[in-house]
């Protein structure tokens, strides 16, 4: 009796140390709910921080003569700076946990976005100063979703992450459906600065919480921890590098990472020109309001595409066609002349906007797939310094949309033939 009692006391430790090694750095539910709210709400700021230049881009151009060439470089400074932090961010967060990366990188852009109507006053060298400030703040987001890809694939259950991932989305939507509503408010009623001084102090707001809620004192969580086998070097992440699977996800990643923030950048100043007498409330909402429910329905769909029998790489490449190639179809539309009028243009784009949703449930989780114990410093290969660029050009709304459409059916082709949702960090 008494050796079968120390036989089983001794089975039991041995599992339980394994489950332990294995489970040690998922968030505990009560916890993750919590996280996953606060999450929500800083990608809800990071995208009305990030959307105010460009809704505020046809006023600003106004009150300091700015040319189209001029409001591209301005827009595009973001996307010069978000690359260059993308491996930084994604390393530090391996390394030392998402949460805090995300903390200090909040903070500091949220004071960048409430100084930069202070930088527009500073001096004569408004352009300068403008591209400047932009250009942090893409430094300064640049962690963002790298932190989050890495804290998704650390603490959070495999079979979870499809509806943080797209629930995370659905704040990225709802923030820019948020400064869209209060753009539109703001510069009728007072000026372009309140839009900066608003979103600024509201991100602030939030990192205060976060560092008293979760970041302070006893309840502040253990850094990562990652066993030898999968720990991040750079020789590992360019082995990696090699698989088909993972240089086709980082391909599609900065395809849809590019045409998505150039649609972000530029619908305002599209709707604007194009149809100077439709009000700006409704293409300043609208698009995003489709993306929401949008977002949120493509977890759903990948849930129930998997219990239906499909396999995980099956279910990622079905919802990146949706993202990229059915939204490139109603993109491509307004290419033509058929379709002119206002009414066309806003249900063509909303519902590709909506469709291009459906990417949280395909490449953007994907990494989580094949290496999650390296997901933060993957996803920060991501380079979307494209899209400001592309308008500066062509100098042509139809052969944007055009490249738009082209550079999307070009990522998810390679995504088609060489992608998959097999681990692969336990190789190399």
Known sequence: MAGSLLKHKIY????????????????????????TFMLFVGTCLLYCARTTMPICAVTMAAT????????????????????FTQILGGYASDKLGGERVLFISTTLWALTTCATPLLAELSSHTFALMIMARSLMGVLQGVFFPSLASLCSQRVVEGERGFLMSTMHSGCYLG????????????DSYSWKSMFYCTGFLSILWSLLVWQCFLRGDVTPAPLEMSSSSAWTWSRLLSLLKKPPVWSMVFAHMCIACTSNTLMSWLPTYFKESFPHATGWTYNLIPWLTAIPSALSGG?????????????????????????????????????GMFTSFNSALAFLSIAVGLTTFTSCGVSVNV???????????YGLV??????????????????????????????????????????????
């Not at 039991?12 to 996280?35: H, S, V, Y």
């Open 383 to 428: 380079v979307v310094a494209l899209s400001g660029y592309l308008i500066e050009v062509t100098q042509s709304w139809a052969s944007v949309f055009s490249l738009i459409g082209l550079i999307n059916v070009t990522g998810l082709g390679i995504f088609l033939v060489f992608g998959d949702a097999h681990r692969v960090d336990l190789e190399v």
């Open 300 to 336: 759903y769909v990948s849930d129930f595409l998997v219990k239906q029998g499909y396999s995980i790489s099956a279910m990622r490449k079905i919802m990146q066609f949706f993202a990229m190639g059915a939204s490139s179809l109603f993109i491509m539309v307004l290419c033509g």
């Open 368 to 378: 989580q797939d094949l290496a999650p114990s390296c997901a933060g410093a993957l």
């Open 64 to 83: 300091f003569h700015w040319s189209k060439i001029d409001s591209g470089l301005v827009l595009g400074g973001f996307y010069w700076g978000y690359c």
């Open 12 to 35: 039991t430790d041995t599992q339980c140390n394994n489950e332990e090694f294995r489970n040690r750095n998922l968030w505990p539910r009560p916890l993750a709910r919590k996280w």
């Open 176 to 187: 820019t459906l948020l400064a869209g509503g209060m753009g539109s408010i703001m510069l």
